[in-house]
């Protein structure tokens, strides 16, 4: 029996739209695009069966909407971990309104790159930890 190849950690974006909003950034300048299409490409040319798609674009739930986009348009071949704002005054709610929204199933802590952001051994993220084991997600 043959083990499925995982890419575990995947970036996918599209330009800017109103359909695919997404908050820009040196990494995602509004000119630059990484479609689904070219990383599903790249994943059969290396014999990589599945991957974890990596919301990096925003924390709204419409600026999941790639993501969400990818993954209900191949289920086979991709999962979602989103973001919320840890900052927000309630961010076990948020990530249950991402959840419903999307269907994510796994959530990431800190924006990358942020120094300032929440850390996993913050206490002030025991919430989030104890909602996402309510809603069965992984956390990154």
């Given at each position: 029996?043959?083990?499925?190849?995982?890419?575990?950690?995947?970036?996918?974006?599209?330009?800017?739209?109103?359909?695919?909003?997404?908050?820009?950034?040196?990494?995602?300048?509004?000119?630059?695009?990484c479609p689904i299409e070219a990383l599903i490409?790249?994943?059969?040319?290396?014999?990589?069966?599945?991957?974890?798609?990596?919301?990096?674009?925003?924390?709204?739930?419409?600026?999941?909407?790639?993501?969400?986009?990818?993954?209900?348009?191949?289920p086979n071949r991709f999962t979602a971990t989103?973001?919320?704002?840890?900052?927000?005054?309630?961010?076990?709610?948020?990530?249950?309104?991402?959840?419903?929204?999307?269907?994510?199933?796994?959530?990431?802590?800190?924006?990358?790159?942020?120094?300032?952001?929440?850390?996993?051994?913050?206490?002030?993220?025991?919430?989030?930890?104890?909602?996402?084991?309510?809603?069965?997600?992984?956390?990154?």
């Amino acid at each position: 029996m043959q083990m499925d190849k995982v890419d575990v950690h995947v970036h996918v974006f599209d330009l800017p739209s109103e359909r695919f909003p997404r908050e820009l950034s040196s990494l995602a300048p509004a000119d630059r695009a990484c479609p689904i299409e070219a990383l599903i490409a790249d994943m059969d040319a290396a014999g990589i069966n599945r991957a974890v798609l990596i919301e990096m674009n925003g924390t709204e739930v419409e600026q999941h909407a790639y993501v969400t986009h990818c993954v209900q348009t191949w289920p086979n071949r991709f999962t979602a971990t989103g973001l919320i704002d840890m900052g927000d005054p309630d961010p076990p709610a948020r990530l249950r309104e991402l959840v419903a929204a999307t269907g994510i199933e796994g959530i990431r802590l800190g924006a990358l790159g942020d120094p300032t952001a929440q850390r996993a051994e913050d206490l002030a993220t025991y919430a989030v930890f104890e909602c996402a084991d309510e809603l069965g997600l992984n956390i990154n």
